[in-house]
């Protein structure tokens, strides 16, 4: 029966996919059972679980539900110590983008699209998916010196959501240190501990998408209720409300209806509220600032060594100490990127099939930081805008107000915000000792200015090519 349903899947995922992949990734999987509506596989290493779930988790569950029904789950099952003797499988759910964590429905009242006073407005039951995912969880997540307070703050708030002094939880940080994280296991440990709260986890630009769909067609009542009946509310990487009026306004509506009755909001940014200042309504920053912000700093050598340990652990690789004291001591800024070297380094060795010794970690991590070092930096930028128009890099610094200077500081900002992870603030300084909101009227006028000339488009078209090759 596996096989048969293993078969006609694979039919599909054939036609859907190069042969490579088909043959790298599909060929060697096999069907374990089917038991009511979950599929299990065995994939060879952990690898393969990892490699599926990032890339072809929606292909796979369409086509699995096409086979096995709406309600169809897919389970991978992993064998892990094969050659040291210890064999074991270890069943992993997958992810089946965001299986878990179902809110109760909630009632919605539904406003009649044409206002006829004999219609009452009635109530409609909607199913809110929490858009958690699962491998967020506070167990997961690692804790040391750098993540304590937040951490901390975190248990607090998914103890009691709403009902301590941190509304909002502001958590903040550069990229790669665990906000999204966090902020999902929060939302996790709610749901485990009160499957009765309606949980939504959102990312600001997902947000701001519903919100202009709702303004299109007219639906920002239904949009507000929505979002006005959520218990806690987590919205991710709130710095994209960037320039974006309408829906910081909404969002300010959305904020305050929650808090007032004492639903829980927990928000991330890369920037401390401070940093926000001009980038966000003044209004809407000041509630930021009502609850506790907390920043997540960058780990340090024990943490990093303990977060390594434990993602290979859940991996089921078996890494020799030096190799992840090496990869913690080289790998110092980041744990997205502490996370990628593992990832490579199981990769090479399976596709290779080498095993994992520190000459591979030492070539992988080179390979690396060389690839990194090659992010711009704004020095760069500067030298080649200035080069471009023709233009001394001094004067491009200096305080000038002669029009194509202007524009050539205001090109060079432009293309240090979009091709850099630097912050306004600090494009600003390197720039001309600007401030940060020149920056961002920079990048507005230029982004204008290519909607309305062809030629300026075609120049900047130019000059990322010339940045970026
Ligand atoms: P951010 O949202 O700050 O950019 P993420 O939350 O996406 O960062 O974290 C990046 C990766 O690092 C994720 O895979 C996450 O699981 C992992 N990570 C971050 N901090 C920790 C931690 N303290 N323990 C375990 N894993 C972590
Ligand atoms: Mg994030």
Redesign the pocket.
């Known amino acids: 029966m596996h096989h048969q349903i293993w078969n006609n899947c694979l039919r599909v995922i054939k036609d859907n996919l190069k042969s490579e992949t088909y043959k790298a990734f599909f060929e060697p999987i096999k069907p374990v059972s089917v038991k009511q509506n979950v599929l299990t596989l065995e994939v060879p290493t952990p690898f393969f679980y990892e490699y599926i779930e990032e890339h072809y988790v929606d292909l796979l569950k369409k086509i699995i539900r096409k086979e096995l029904g709406p309600d169809a789950k897919l389970e991978y099952s992993i064998p892990v110590g094969k050659n040291t003797g210890q064999y074991r499988n270890t069943v992993i759910p997958g992810s089946n983008g965001m299986r878990n964590f179902v809110n109760p429905p909630v009632q919605v009242p539904v406003e009649p699209s044409i206002r006829n006073p004999f219609i009452v407005p009635g109530l409609k039951k909607l199913d809110i998916p929490s858009q958690l995912n699962f ?2 969880s506070f167990s ?5 010196e ?2 304590r307070l937040a951490r901390s703050a975190g248990l607090a708030v998914s103890d009691k959501p709403g009902g301590t002094a941190f509304n909002p939880l502001f958590l903040y ?10 902020a999902q296991a929060i939302g996790i440990k709610v749901k485990e501990e009160i499957p009765d709260k309606t949980v939504l986890y959102v990312n600001a630009t997902k947000f701001t998408t519903q919100f202009t769909d709702a303004r299109l067609k007219n639906d920002i009542n239904n949009f507000l209720h929505f979002y006005q009946c959520i218990d806690v509310l987590i919205i ?2 709130v710095q994209e409300f960037i320039s974006k009026q309408k829906t910081q306004s909404t969002f300010f509506e959305i904020f305050n209806h929650l808090h007032q009755r004492g639903k829980q909001l927990i928000l ?1 940014s ?1 920037k401390p509220p401070v940093e926000l200042q001009g980038i966000i309504d003044q209004r809407l920053l000041s509630r930021f600032k009502w609850g506790l912000s907390t920043e ?1 700093q960058i ?1 340090g050598y024990q ?1 990093r060594l303990s ?1 390594l340990k ?2 290979a652990y859940r991996d089921g690789i078996e890494l020799s100490d030096d190799v992840l004291e090496y990869v913690a001591k080289n790998i110092v800024n980041n ?2 990127e ?2 990628g070297v593992l990832v490579g380094l199981l990769a090479q060795a399976t596709l290779n099939k080498k095993a994992i010794t520190l000459e591979l970690a030492q070539s992988t991590i080179e390979k690396l930081i060389k690839h990194t070092k090659r992010e711009l930096s704004i020095d760069y930028i500067l030298q080649t805008v200035a080069d471009y128009f023709h233009i001394d890099e001094s004067s491009v610094l200096s305080n000038t107000r002669k029009r194509e200077i202007v524009q050539a500081r205001q090109v060079a900002m432009y293309f240090a915000k979009q091709l850099t992870k630097t912050s306004l603030k600090s494009i600003g300084v390197q720039l001309g000792k600007k401030d940060h909101a020149t920056v961002l009227h920079a990048c507005r006028t230029v982004n204008d200015l290519m909607e309305t000339d062809r030629r300026f488009k075609l120049q900047m078209g130019e000059l990322e090519g010339k940045l970026t090759s």
């Open positions: 491998e967020y997961n997540f690692v804790e040391g750098c993540n940080g550069e990229s790669g240190l665990g906000k999204t994280h966090l991710d990487d991330t890369d997540l780990p943490t977060i434990h993602r744990v997205r502490l996370e």
